[in-house]
Nanobody, 122 residues
Framework: QVQLVESGGGLVQAGGALRLSCEAS????????IGWYRQPPGEQRELVGT???????VYADSVKGRFTISRDNAMNTVYLQMGSLKPEDTAVYYC????????????????WGLGTLVTVSS
């Protein structure tokens, strides 16, 4: 059973910074990609950003230049460093991973964490 566990959420003032962590129960090299989604109150879940097995990152336009995804392979952990936070960044942040599969005959599983709440006050 593969699990993702987020941590680091909390209350922060606008303009501040926060780092979220996502620890996987297996090597993060088994995922392609792994990263973050978020769901603001009353809104649809949306992509924040991901990192591929090769280390390539993709970010939503709304967070480019403010958020950075990094990883520590030895710790099986992916991070989301958030800076210049805005009230509209308030959301439940979910770690997401898609299992890497070596053959197209296999349907890769998607794994989600339970989420961590980030609240940005004005």
């Amino acid at each position: 059973q593969v699990q993702l566990v987020e941590s680091g959420g909390g209350l922060v003032q606008a303009g501040g910074a926060l780092r979220l962590s996502c620890e996987a129960s297996i090597s993060i090299g088994r995922f392609d990609p792994i990263g973050w989604y978020r769901q603001p109150p009353g809104e649809q879940r949306e992509l924040v950003g991901t990192i591929s097995r090769r280390g390539l990152t993709v970010y939503a336009d709304s967070v480019k230049g403010r958020f950075t995804i990094s990883r520590d392979n030895a710790m099986n952990t992916v991070y989301l460093q958030m800076g210049s936070l805005k009230p509209e960044d308030t959301a439940v942040y979910y770690c997401y991973a898609k299992e890497f599969v070596p053959t197209v005959e296999y349907r890769p599983r998607e794994v989600w964490g339970l989420g961590t709440l980030v609240t940005v006050s004005s």
